[in-house]
């Protein structure tokens, strides 16, 4: 549930290197998930995006004819 002494947050940037996922570099932290289950204990799931993704769009003014 950790990343090191505090809990895993939103709109964190955290560096992952996976060379079975083909992940390789900064990505942000869009969601999180903490479960307790008998048989696995605590799981943290962790759902991650480009950072990019939420970089916000250019405002386009429309035109007046």
């Not at 290197?17 to 869009?30: E, N, Q, R, V």
């Not at 759902?47 to 916000?56: E, L, Q």
């Amino acid at each position: 549930w950790l990343d090191g002494a505090t809990p895993w947050a939103a709109n964190t940037l955290v560096r992952i290197d996976d060379p079975w996922l083909g992940l390789a570099g900064d990505y942000l932290i869009a969601s999180v998930a903490f479960s307790l289950d008998d048989q696995a204990g605590q799981i943290t799931r962790l759902s991650v995006t480009p950072p990019a993704a939420f970089a916000p769009e250019p405002l386009i003014e429309s035109r007046a004819e």
